[in-house]
Nanobody, 123 residues
Framework: QAQLVESGGGLVQAGGSLRLSCAAS????????MAWFRQAPGQDRKFVAA????????YYADSVKGRFTISSDNSRNVVYLQMNSLQHEDTAVYYC????????????????WGQGTQVTVSS
């Protein structure tokens, strides 16, 4: 059973930065992609960013383009989300997710999920 464990969330002031990590374990697929989603209180879970393992092509939601960067360390099976210029609107629980084959913004295509990590941005 694949496991995803997020870390790095916390409380930060507006304009600050955080880096989230997602460590993947369990079954290894020959070709899969990772993504970050987030869910604010009272809202649906939304796509943030995705990356393919090979090649490591990246995709971003418009709301985070230019501020967030997704990257991966294939040797360690870890995916990162560097979040800069954080805004109050970025406050949410951030989830790591994995799917087979190419990256996507479609939540239903992701079969493996982490437990989530809280990010709170104070204004």
């Amino acid at each position: 059973q694949a496991q995803l464990v997020e870390s790095g969330g916390g409380l930060v002031q507006a304009g600050g930065s955080l880096r989230l990590s997602c460590a993947a374990s369990g079954r290894r697929f020959s070709s899969y992609s990772m993504a970050w989603f987030r869910q604010a209180p009272g809202q649906d879970r939304k796509f943030v960013a995705a990356i393919g393992w090979s090649p490591p092509k990246t995709y971003y939601a418009d709301s985070v383009k230019g501020r967030f960067t997704i990257s991966s360390d294939n040797s360690r099976n870890v995916v990162y989300l560097q979040m800069n210029s954080l805004q109050h609107e970025d406050t949410a629980v951030y989830y790591c997710a994995r799917k087979v084959y190419g990256p996507s913004y479609i939540i239903s295509e992701y079969g493996d999920w982490g437990q989530g990590t809280q990010v709170t941005v104070s204004s």
